[in-house]
């Protein structure tokens, strides 16, 4: 009888995962490529020359056919600039600043571009990094960084003097982040930034949806 409610269980489980998909799907906006989640189509490995199907296993790995959905897919429709883009995103994520830096790092541009997949990818990487869902909270909600650590706080706010207003960073607040970080980690926080906003335009622009598996964790405040 147990084995029989706990089988009962498992496919109720699947049903209702295969419902969830479906009605994911159903609710796409009809530009968007059921498969990829975005305006644009999965790039697969064997539709490419040998030099693409290269670059196709230096970001995506060697034993698929099918590129991950995300950016990897829809940059690799510019295939050579692709490669150094992803190389330079692994490179960045072994940053000298720490995972959580580039977390919070990461996840600036995220709000500022209102992009909910990059938003939504690196909260959760955040969050298992062991940032503060407080930290977290100020850039979801563009709340003052008033009361924060202060490295944490710098982070954020030289985020938003960049990507904001006129988008300068005066004296005082760079050498404060050079005080706090160094030259070396100042920079590393600068092009990780510049990075995840290239990202977010381009996700912006191919308006990549979530995997119907994902909840979305940015609210589209003004």
């Known amino acids: 009888m147990k084995k029989t409610i706990k089988y009962l269980l498992i496919l109720i489980g699947m049903k209702a995962t295969i419902l969830s998909a479906q009605t994911a799907q159903m609710s796409l906006p009809p530009d968007i490529d059921p498969e990829s989640l975005s305006r644009l189509p999965l790039i697969l490995k064997d539709s490419l020359d040998e030099e693409g199907q290269r670059i196709f296993e230096v970001i995506n790995g060697p034993d698929t056919n099918i590129p991950r959905i995300g950016p990897p897919n829809n940059s690799m429709y510019s295939l050579e600039p ?8 692994q490179l960045l994520r072994r940053a000298s600043v720490g995972r959580q830096i580039f977390e ?7 709000r500022e571009f209102n992009q909910q997949y990059e938003w939504t990818a690196h909260e959760i990487g955040a969050l298992n990094a062991g940032v503060d869902q407080e930290i977290i909270d100020v850039i979801k909600y563009k709340r003052s960084v008033e009361g924060l650590p202060e490295r944490e706080a710098a982070v954020i706010e030289y985020g938003r003097a960049l990507l904001q207003g006129d988008h300068q960073v005066s004296s005082d607040m760079f050498a404060n982040m050079v005080e706090l970080f160094g030259r070396q980690g100042t920079i590393e926080i600068t092009m990780i930034m510049g990075d995840y906003t290239m990202t977010a335009m381009l996700l912006n622009a191919v308006n990549q949806q979530l995997p119907p598996d994902r909840q979305p964790m940015l609210p589209m405040l003004e």
């Not at 692709?82 to 995103?89: C, L, Q």
């Not at 919070?104 to 995220?110: D, F």
């Open 82 to 89: 692709s490669e150094p883009y992803d190389v330079m995103n």
């Open 104 to 110: 919070i790092s990461s996840l600036v541009p995220a």
